[in-house]
């Protein structure tokens, strides 16, 4: 649509702004076809990468999963979306809020599609012989911060991300192959 002179001013964008990388929770590092897809995609897509089935493990096996994970990332140049801040630029709430996000990846995901009665009231989590698991509970897991920054928070950096950033830079590629091509 942008290549033609007259542009369709009822143009919907259909670009994904966002991709969830799930990461399988073995507990040990990054696996190289997570590495490697990762690398393929970040160039095109804002890649956020996520821990699912986070409750089969321990906290302290997801915490130090979640680290390695994370040094994985930088150890392989992998630009995920980190939830960029500017403490010169950004106000105070701005920074404090990206720094929680950042800190939380990758982000610990438990999912369930079923709803259990806890005191009265329903609530998505499963059900375990020593409690429950509750999937809206930051304390289990992180969900709602999730969901929270990909619909309200973020929803506006990353589609500018998209759009001023990686379909430029991916526009350019695709011009220059062209270019290249017809010399």
Known sequence: E????????????NRVHALLYFIAPTGHSLREIDIELMKRLSPRINVIPVIGKADSLTSSELSDFKKRVMEDIGHH????????????????ETVEENSELRSLLPF?????EEEI??????????????????????????????RFALLSS??????????????????TEKLSRTEEGSE
Do not use: M
């Open 2 to 13: 942008e290549s033609r002179i007259k542009r369709n001013p009822r143009f919907r964008d």
């Open 77 to 92: 140049n992998i630009p995920i979306y980190n939830f960029p801040y500017d403490p010169e630029e950004d106000d105070e």
């Open 108 to 112: 610990a995901l438990i999912g369930c």
């Open 117 to 146: 009665e806890v005191n009265g009231r329903k609530i998505r989590g499963r059900q375990y012989p020593w409690g429950i698991v509750e999937v809206d509970n930051s304390q289990h897991c992180d969900f709602a911060k999730l």
């Open 154 to 171: 973020h929803l506006q950096d990353l589609k500018e991300i998209t759009h001023d950033y990686l379909y430029e830079n991916y526009r």
